[in-house]
């Protein structure tokens, strides 16, 4: 059965996103029978799949973190800064987070006025790993609208699998595995305001977009582009679409130019410094994998979305920094982007219920054939399948990885060798486990505040081969004051000021 009739030769071309009465779109049939999923397999397919996905991602995600917070894995200082940030906001008190320096306000290193909600989270399990669990959930909520929209708009089957491909995508994976940061909160956020756009529920979309600029500076220019989008595609809604933009544009002017000095204690944005010339953006060919690997993430055919732009802004800023992490597939920077590959996808398949689909700004096309919706629902899952090994969820299939390191126990010793409420200087491996219960600040930061305690790793990665002989030693040259070791057990080393 033919998906669209053919336009009669001569007949004007429709405007964009025009569904008037009288226009002149090309007449689209809708398939019949089981297609349209009325049947009781397409319901219960919608009703028990995407929570079903979302159950499994959260538990996946949250096993993923408790696993590396039992084995003491932390591979960068930002657990330990975001649990500060939750203790303090669960205190009523200010983010202020030493372990970024003396009397370092958080909220002036970067814009995420949101993350106050870890405040509840805080009151209720006062620890890092409930910050890993929090991440893990915000992810698999996510996958609840996206998901229904595929099944919506692909069918059962087809729609399922990529609600899968994206929940268990290579983006969320990673971010995951490197525990938790603001961008968690950006990812379901993204995921509603898409569907709902998808859905041409433009309040609900520009709802959900608003508190975007709340989770980071940068992605006020994110809800920029989606507000053009709106505008341009949904004529009926231009103020609306005109209305995101300008506050995503305002919310980008002031809270990096103006909010973001004010209370950083330097005066300045730290990550001016960070940017290279507008010609750093095309090398090296690194970033270009990454590209691809976005492109093949909304299979490819989603690059004739719209929606695809979203990414630009994230990648402008990524690729022209000259920090390396920032440039590849790993760390926490592709997962925002993750929603907007699948939202294109989904907006470039089409929905089997009317045979439309998009094409730039023509929303009135006629969809792929299935042989191209099932390739390009392939492509978005085996660009996260082809990278194997190398995808941390495998490790919980990986039995060793569930044994619980030997240096368990004397890290535990570790931690209760320090009094309770002392000034603690550690290095990064216990850096978020010793925030509960002590004044924490990084061993090898611009603190100047004189530590009770010095906690010190000999097997951690940020001493590289620099690690002192005599630890009391090192922190008395370091602070100037008089310590002694009070434990040294399983490669931790614990001194005091006499």
Known sequence: MPEATVRPSGSPPPEAGSTEAGSTEPELHAPKGNELGTDSAALWTRRLV?????????????????????????????????????????????????????EVNLLGDHFHPILVLLAPVWWAWPSGEALLWTQ?????????????????????????????????????????DVQFHE?????????FSLSALLRERI???????????????????????????????????????????????????????????ILNTAGQYDYTD?????????????????VGMLLLAAGLIGARSPLIWLMV?????????????????????????????????????GDRRTGRATAWLRTNVPRPAR???ITAVAASATVTLVLGASMPLLDLAREHTWERTWRAAPAQEALDAV??????ASDITLLAQAVPDHDVQWVHGPNQRVPDCVLSDRYAFSWGDRFPEDPAGWAQERWGASYATVLDEGGFIVVCRN
């Open 419 to 424: 009094p309770d409420g002392a000034v603690l």
């Open 50 to 102: 995407p929570p079903l996905l979302a159950v499994l991602a959260t538990l996946a995600y949250g096993l993923l973190g408790s696993r590396q917070w039992r084995n003491l894995v932390s591979p960068s200082w930002d657990l330990g800064i975001f649990t500060q940030l939750a203790r303090a906001y669960g205190e009523f008190g200010a983010p202020i987070v030493p372990i970024k320096g003396d």
């Open 203 to 261: 309040g609900l979309a520009v709802a959900w977009a608003a508190p975007l600029v709340l989770v980071k500076e940068d992605l006020g220019l994110t809800v920029a582009v989606l507000g053009a989008v709106i505008a341009l595609r949904h004529r009926t809604h231009r103020r609306e679409g005109l209305g995101l933009a300008s506050w995503g544009i305002g919310w980008f002017v002031l809270s990096t130019f103006v909010v973001l000095p």
């Open 371 to 373: 042989t191209v919706r």
């Open 136 to 176: 893990a959930l915000l992810f698999g909520i996510s996958a609840i609208p996206l998901t229904r929209v595929a099944i919506d708009r692909l069918g059962p089957g087809l729609g399922s699998a990529a609600g899968a491909a994206y929940v268990f995508s290579f983006g969320l994976q990673a971010a995951a």
């Open 313 to 349: 802004p994230t990648l402008a800023w990524r690729f022209t920094g000259t920090v390396e992490f920032y440039w590849d597939w790993y760390w926490h920077y592709n997962a925002v982007l993750m929603p907007i590959a699948l939202a294109a996808l989904l907006d470039a398949l």
């Open 183 to 191: 961008i968690a909160f950006a990812v379901p956020l993204l995921a």
């Open 274 to 290: 960070n940017l290279g010339s507008p010609l750093d953006v095309f090398w090296p060919p690194l970033k270009w994998m990454t």
